[in-house]
């Protein structure tokens, strides 16, 4: 499989913005769902937003309102954009593809994973 490559990540001060780009080439075709998911030190890996070809999304609580999902199926590239961003949005953040599962935001559906890219909120 293409590997999924994350970018865009960083240090961001609270009530800014950050774009976190993905690429999918592996994983196009109306099949597939994309997601972000992150984890922080001594946490475990949660659902933050995901996407369906078709443009449909999903959200945790957390973040609805702030964060933004979207995909380029032209470009191949998934990306979430982080406005107002708090300390508590401060994680590895991971992009994921798979066939759509049940639950979108739930980690052990996906097979496929990015490495990773950090995001830094000071307090």
């Known amino acids: 499989q293409v590997p999924l490559v994350e970018s865009g990540g960083g240090s961001v001060q609270s009530g800014g913005s950050l774009r976190l780009s993905c690429a999918t080439s592996?994983?196009?075709?109306?099949?597939?769902?994309l997601g972000w998911f992150r984890q922080a030190p001594g946490k475990e890996r949660e659902g933050v937003a995901a996407?369906?070809?078709?443009?449909?999304?999903s959200y945790a609580d957390s973040v609805k309102g702030r964060f933004t999902v979207s995909r380029d199926n032209a470009k191949n590239t998934l990306y979430l954009q982080m406005n107002s961003p708090k300390p508590e949005d401060t994680a590895m953040y991971y992009c994921?593809?798979?066939?759509?599962?049940?639950?979108?935001?739930?980690?052990?559906?996906?097979?496929?994973w990015g490495q990773g890219t950090q995001v830094t909120v000071p307090s």
């Open positions: 996407i369906n070809w078709g443009g449909i999304t």
């Open positions: 994921a593809a798979d066939h759509c599962p049940s639950w979108w935001l739930n980690p052990r559906t996906y097979n496929y």
């Open positions: 592996g994983y196009t075709g109306s099949n597939y769902c």
